[in-house]
């Protein structure tokens, strides 16, 4: 069963939905609400149990956050939007656009990943160990078994399969930082089976979006008003 996300709109023209990472709110966005909303309607969500947004009491999953967006999208009144993602926000939008096509005009996969292997190990390795520990007293600490859910996110989902990703029709932006938490050979892995794709990467970490916004609007800029397919 869907909830109601919390959200902030500004702009108009064409839709541009804004989908944050792992344990953030909309308020990542700072740096691009306002400057994407003179040229589209920037909608910023917080996902099901971040930010404002109640948790609710189905699965806590990637999946049901592209569910939760489809729900949402409806409640709206909107057929299609530009969608752009960072980090589980981007996972998100990898399972929106393979399950809804129809609803994705243009796609921005800012250090997204396809399942675990895809982060890099000084990363995930804590995160793993971080899940299991927390998973262990989920059922006596309320605290650790939100710890654990959003952890949950990074360790079991989205679990997709590179082949998986021939069926995504939108023209797509892989972009992310050169010194990201996301393998680079797995950010290539992405675009390389992305059938309509580009791939930008801009030097910095995995927080390009927040730390070097001014670049990076500009390529998203450029991305959404060029037409063409993969060079």
Same mark, same amino acid.
């Given at each position: #069963?869907?909830?109601?996300?919390? =959200?902030? +709109? ?16 909309? +308020? ?12 589209? $309607? ?16 189905? !699965? ?44 994705? #005009? ?19 390795? !804590? ?22 859910? #959003? ?29 990201? #938490? ?8 992405? =675009?390389?089976?992305? !059938? ?25 800029? $450029? ?6 397919? $993969?060079?």
């Amino acid at each position: #069963m869907s909830v109601q996300l919390y =959200y902030e +709109e500004k702009g108009n023209c064409e839709p541009l939905i804004l989908l944050h990472g792992n344990g953030e709110s909309h +308020e990542y966005f700072v740096h691009q609400i306002e400057y994407f909303s003179q040229n589209y $309607r920037v909608i910023a969500i917080d996902t099901r149990g971040h930010g404002k947004s109640r948790r609710g009491d189905t !699965p806590f999953t990637i999946r049901q956050f592209a569910l939760d967006l489809h729900c949402f999208m409806e409640d709206l009144g909107i057929q299609k939007a530009n969608i752009l993602g960072f980090s589980d926000g981007g996972n998100i939008a990898l399972i929106f656009a393979l399950t809804y096509p129809e609803q994705v #005009m243009k796609l921005i996969l800012n250090g997204a990943n396809l399942f675990g292997r895809g982060i890099k190990p000084h990363i995930q390795i !804590p995160i793993i160990l971080g899940y299991r520990f927390a998973s262990l007293f989920a059922d006596k600490s309320k605290a650790a078994a939100k710890n654990a859910e #959003m952890l949950s996110l990074m360790v079991n989902d989205p679990d997709i399969r590179p082949q998986e990703l021939s069926r995504i029709t939108a023209r797509t932006l892989v972009i992310a930082g050169t010194g990201d #938490m996301i393998k680079t050979a797995h950010t290539r892995l992405i =675009y390389e089976n992305l !059938p309509d794709a580009e791939l930008v990467f801009i030097r910095g970490n995995h927080f390009i979006a927040n730390r070097k916004f001014v670049e990076f609007n500009k390529e998203v800029e $450029r991305f959404l008003q060029e037409a063409g397919g $993969r060079p």
